[in-house]
């Protein structure tokens, strides 16, 4: 009879220190107006690329899927949208793991950069999607034209959130990848 494969605690442990740290990072914000509303420039996009990057994608996709929908849990104004963050974020941890466990090449700053514009591209399409049809056609009923304004107003914060992830989450992935190395907290 085949053994079912269980998670070791240091798996467990990672993933819950990275989504606490997702969680605290999206706490750390500054809003910017848009048209309609809000939007915000946080350090929660770097912590999910990093969470794929450092932990794979499907440990790296649960951590920043549970950080964000976190996150999002304990303020009132994102709660409604907490599963849909869980969706979205964690897609942005498993492309960003999928990408840098890919083919056999090592694992460098050119391998982390492409994991986390990929993640960080799959995530703003996702979130735009998102601000269109769910927020725009389905919640608010607006006509088509009125959710395309709202998803170009939202085009600005998400793409310096993405540069400012595809800037910063290869230097702290190689910096977390040695400091790791030196110790028994190995990630791989």
């Known amino acids: 009879m085949k053994q079912s494969k269980r998670f070791s605690t240091k798996q467990i442990v990672m993933v819950g220190v990275l989504a606490a740290l997702t969680c605290v990072g999206s706490a750390i914000r500054i809003k910017v107006p848009e048209a309609f509303g809000t939007s915000a420039f946080h350090l929660g996009n770097i912590l999910c690329a990093l969470s794929g990057v450092l932990l794979g994608p499907w440990f790296g996709g649960l951590a920043a899927g549970l950080g964000s929908a976190i996150y999002d849990m304990f303020d009132p104004i994102y709660i409604r949208d907490c599963w849909i963050t869980f969706l979205t974020k964690g897609a942005y941890g498993i492309i960003a793991g999928l990408v840098i466990r890919s083919g056999k090449g090592t694992w ?37 034209s009125a959710a395309i304004l709202s998803v170009t107003a939202k085009i600005p914060a998400t793409t310096f959130n993405a540069v400012v992830a595809v800037i910063a989450t290869p230097l702290l992935a190689i910096a977390l990848r040695k400091a790791l190395s030196r110790s028994r907290l190995s990630i791989d």
């Open 108 to 144: 460098n700053y050119g391998k982390a950069l492409l994991a986390t514009a990929a993640g960080a591209i799959t995530y703003a399409l996702l979130y735009l999607s998102k601000a269109f049809f769910y927020d725009g056609l389905l919640l608010h009923n607006l006509p088509a």
